[in-house]
């Protein structure tokens, strides 16, 4: 096993755990919402997408802990957790059949050409915002049930007051029982400046960091939700390095305990046709994709698509460019589909990842 500068557990019953929020995501396609009449329905959130990734297309054993509500939303995101291959760990809410508390519902069409997607919310009493310290045993998830490796995010954090603090009670759990701790710091000022601004961002954010081995997020996500100077180095272009190298070298010197940064590159020239890199650093070196042309279908998951990548190839003790590789694969190929989560094969991501091509598969 290359030397990642943290150690992984060889042997589990869980691979990869997750700590975050369901959502489900109205798709009406290339149509905007104003003119929509009909939409698909994907059930997603940022930790669940990596778990499912690793499940489906990589076949490891994940889980996830999470709310649940009983309502029919709740039995429908709860049979597609089923479906990914996702063990569920619920923490059950009621719900009062009028006001909720409910499972977030995320809106986002896909948008076409020059016309770009949009997104918006409503997590009015969101189910996962009440989750707080005490409502999972982690010693038991992380002890008994042999946790390999532990994931969480910036959004889930930016929830609420008591999120953010789950998330850090949980990191300390994992340390204690040797699992290896990732964080997506996927920073998002409008959640955060609903009850505490950038402030008490970096507060949380900060103390979940000092617990983490791996971190994932760019320049932007470093600076904002870190509170780390900018950039020294002038980008020539999105699919430049030189920035992000920059910045997270400043970054694990204020968090030391980091041993590995991870994002993905894109240049946007169109809503269908994105220009895709990665790049990752682990324990001192730097390791960059190759670049390849998408016609994207749909955007949303190829960040997470990547993690999961990178994720599974550290994983499985592979060296650290060819964990990259394959996490910049299985992104490219991820905003081939519909949806947010993988349909994707580990044989399609390891032939691409390899320099395959889209000649036809017979």
């Known amino acids: 096993m290359s030397n990642y500068g943290f150690t992984i557990k060889k042997e589990g019953s869980i691979d990869f755990l997750s700590l975050g929020a369901l959502v489900h995501r109205l798709d009406p396609g290339i149509i905007p919402f104003r003119k ?34 009983n309502y029919p939303i709740g039995d429908l995101i709860s049979e597609r957790v089923r479906a990914m291959g996702v063990k569920p760990i619920y923490r059950h809410f009621k719900h009062d059949g009028v006001r909720g508390p ?30 707080k310290k005490g409502d999972f045993n982690w010693d038991e998830i992380f002890g ?20 953010g603090e789950l998330i850090v009670e949980a990191m300390k759990a994992a340390k204690k029982h040797g699992v290896v701790a990732s964080f997506d710091l996927n920073y998002r000022a409008k959640l955060w400046e609903i009850w505490g601004g950038n402030q008490k961002a970096l507060d949380v954010l900060g103390r979940i960091v000092e617990n983490v081995d791996v971190l994932v997020g760019n320049e932007e996500d470093l600076q904002k939700g870190l509170g780390i100077e900018g950039q020294d180095v002038e ?90 590789n394959l996490g910049w694969a299985h992104g490219a190929l991820l905003t081939t589909f519909p949806g947010d989560t993988t349909m994707a094969t580990v044989d399609q991501v390891k032939a691409f990842a390899k320099g395959g091509s889209a000649r036809i598969q017979r």
Not at 158 to 163: F, G, N
């Open 235 to 324: 980008s020539k272009s999105k699919l430049d390095p030189a920035a992000f190298i920059a910045i997270l070298e400043k970054a694990v010197q204020k968090f030391p305990n980091v041993k590995a940064v991870a994002t993905t590159l894109r240049e946007v020239h169109s809503t269908n046709r994105h220009t895709w890199g990665a790049v990752a650093w682990v324990n001192g070196k730097t390791y960059l994709s190759p670049f390849c042309e998408l016609d994207v279908v749909d955007r949303v998951g190829g960040g997470d698509g990547y993690a999961a990548g990178f994720i599974y190839g550290l994983l499985s003790g592979l060296e650290e460019q060819e964990a990259v």
């Open 144 to 163: 008994q049930q042999g946790v390999r490796w532990f994931h969480s995010g910036g959004i889930f954090a930016a929830l609420s007051e008591t999120t």
């Open 102 to 131: 409910n499972l977030a519902t995320v809106y986002s069409d896909r948008g076409q050409g020059v016309r770009a997607p949009v997104v918006f919310y409503n997590r009015s009493n969101e189910a996962a915002g009440q989750l």
């Open 36 to 69: 929509a009449s009909h939409c698909d329905i994907h059930v997603s959130g940022g930790e669940f997408n990596v778990a499912a990734n690793l499940a489906d297309c990589f076949q490891l054993k994940t889980a996830i802990t999470t709310a649940m509500v």
